[in-house]
C-alpha cells in the first residue's frame, strides 16, 4: 500500500528483490527492437497498455465529457446510477461520473510523477552506489536500507502532518517514501553490470564517471528501470490514494482519493450508497492492475524462465 | 556472530535515523505546527507542563545540540512527553493500552497471508501452467490492485451492513469488559475477522508470486532431478527438498513486510475504528497532538527493527552459508 513498505507496493515480481535477477542483456545481442516487439506481442502487456491509453484519454477529455466544476454542489443528492447521471449522485448533489473523470487528472498525474521521480532517484542513487563502490556505496547502500526499514505509511502520515498542505507535499513525501525499493533492485542490476568487460573498457578509454553511469550501464538495464518505474508508478498511486483517504492529502483537490475520502466522510458507506465509492476505487485497482500486467509481461519477455513452454 | 553485529549496528544506526528525525521535524518545518498545537491546549495544563513540552519541540534558548542530546537521553528512558488529546496521560502510557490490538489484528493476518500464500506459491510452482497457477496469480494481483481502505470498506459494507453477518466496528461490543471468559474471546474474534480478512487478501498475493518464482527456480536444479530418479516421493520432494530451500527469500521478505503490515493495519484499523496504534495515530494527527504522533511513529519503527533483528537471527540458524562466511 497499498503503501506503504519493503515497497509498500512491492507485490508485483520485478520489484520483489528476493526473484532471481535475469542476466542483464549485452548490448548488441538484443536490440531494443526486440523488447518493444516482445512488448508489442505479449498478450498481457496489450492489455494493460490498452487500458492505461483509455484512462489517459478520458483524464484528457474530463473538461469536454463532464464540463464545469465537479465538486460543486447539486439539487438532486443520493441518486442512484441512472440516465441522468449514469454513476449516481452523492450526498451533496454532485455526479460521480464528473468526480471519477476529473479524479483520474490528479491521481495520474501524481502517480506517474512520483513514478518517474522515485525511479530516477533509486537510478541515480543504485548506479552510483554500484559504480563507485567502496565507502560510496556503504553510505548510499545504508540509506536504501534505513527508508526500506523504516515504515512507509507512518513514515508518510508524520511527514503529511508536518509539512503544510498541498499538491507538491502529497508529491515530496511520496516520492520520500518510495524510491529506496528501486535504489535496491537498481544497485544489484548495476552491481552485475558494472563488472563486464565493456564498463571496464569504458573506464580505460578515459570517459567521465556520469557518462559511464548514463550512457553505458543505464541503457543494458532499460527493461528492469522499466519495470522498477511501473511499480513505483502503481506504488504513487495507491499511496495518494490511502494518503488522502486518510485525510492528510489536499483535500481540496478532487482526485480517487479525496472521492473516497468525501465519501467516507459524508457516511455513504452507512446509508447505503455504494455507487459513491465504487468507482473510485475500481478505476484505482484497475489502473494497478493494467501496471501490473505489463510489468508482468516485461519479466516474461526479459526473463525467459518464467515464460510457460510453449507445447508442440 | 559477526553478521549479527552487523546486522545490529545497521539497526541502531537505522533507530538514530529516526530519532533524528523526529527532532528535526517539528524545528524545520515551515510554518509553525508547534504553536497552533499550542494555542489549544494551554488552558488546560499546568505551567511546568507547558514548559516541558516546549522543550521537547524546541521552542526554549537552548542551543540546539544540547536539546538534542537531551531529547535522545529523554526517549532512551521511555519518555517521550504528554498526549495532548488525551491529556494528562502520558504518551507511553496511550501507546502501551492500544498496541496490543495492532499485534493481534497485524500479527494473526500476517501469519495467514504468509502461510497460505507460502502454501499455495509451492503448489502454483510445482505444477506450472495448471489450473491453480494460471487462475491464481492474476487473481491475486487483481484483488491485490484494490486499495486496502476500499477492499476494507467493500467488505464492511458486504459483510457488515447488508448481510449484517460481523460487526460494524471497534475491537470488541459496547458494555463488554475485558476479560478472560469464553464469550469476551468470541467477540473479539468476531471483530478481528473482517480486518484481518482484507489485510490477508491485498497481502497474499505477494507472498504466493514470490514463492512461485524461486521455487520455480529451485524445482530446475540437478538435486531435484536426482530425488525424482531415486524415485521419492512427489509430497516429500515439494516440501523437504524444493520448497525448504525456496523458503529462504520468504523468510527475509517476512522481516521487511513487518512495516508493510504495520501500514496496511494503519488504514484498516481507520476504516473499522480498530483500536489499535494505526488508528490512534492518524486520530492523534487530526487532533494536532505531536507528542503522541512522534511517540507512536517511534514506537512502530522500533518494533520493526526489532522484529527484523530477530529474523536475522532465525536466518543465521537456518543459511548456513551466512554462518561460516
Redesign the interface.
Known sequence: MSLTDSTPTATTTAVNPTVQVPEPPVRGRVAHGGFVHGILTNKKALFGLAILVVFALLALLAPLLAPGNPSDFGPEASLAPSGNHLLGTTSKGQDVLALTLWGSRSSLTVGFTVGIAATFIGCLVGIASAYFGKAIDEVLSLLTNIFLLIPGLPLLVVLAAFLPPGPATVVIVLVITGWAGSARVLRSQALSLRSKDFVAAAVVTGEKAWRIMFREILPNMASIVMSTLLGCVIYGIGAQAGLEFLGLGDTGSVSWGTNLYWANNDGALMTGDWWVLLPSGVAIAVVAFALAMINYAVDEITNPRLRVEKKG | MVFLLRRLG?YV??FW??ITL?FF??RL???D?VSRMFSQVQSQMRPDQVDALRRLFGLDDRPLWEQYIAYIGKIFRGDMGISLSRFPSPVSEVIGSQIGWTLLLGGTSLIIAVILGNFLGILAAWR??KFLDSVFP?LL??V???????LA??A??LFG?TLGWLPLSHAFSTGLSPSFSLKYINDVAAHLILPALTIVL??I??WM??MR??M??TT?EDYITMARAKGLRPARIMFQYAARNAML??V??FG?????V???A??TE??FAYPGI?YQ??TS??ALD?PL??G??LT??AA??AA?FLVDIIYVRLDPRVRVS
Not at chain 2, 521487511?256 to 508493510?260: A, D, H, P, T
Open positions: 545497521f544506526i537505522a535515523a529516526c523526529n521535524l517539528p518545518m515551515p510554518g505546527p506450472r501452467g492474476p494481483i487483481f491485490g490492485s484494490f486499495p486496502y481502505f476500499w470498506m467493500a464492511l459494507y451492513i491485498v497481502s498475493g505477494g508470486l514470490g518464482n524461486t520455480i527456480a530446475a527469500p520468504s527475509t521478505s521487511m513486510s513487518l512495516g508493510f504495520v501500514g496496511g494503519l488504514l481507520t476504516v494505526g495515530l492518524l494527527v487530526q505531536y504522533t512522534q507512536i511513529f512502530i519503527t520493526v527493527l527484523n
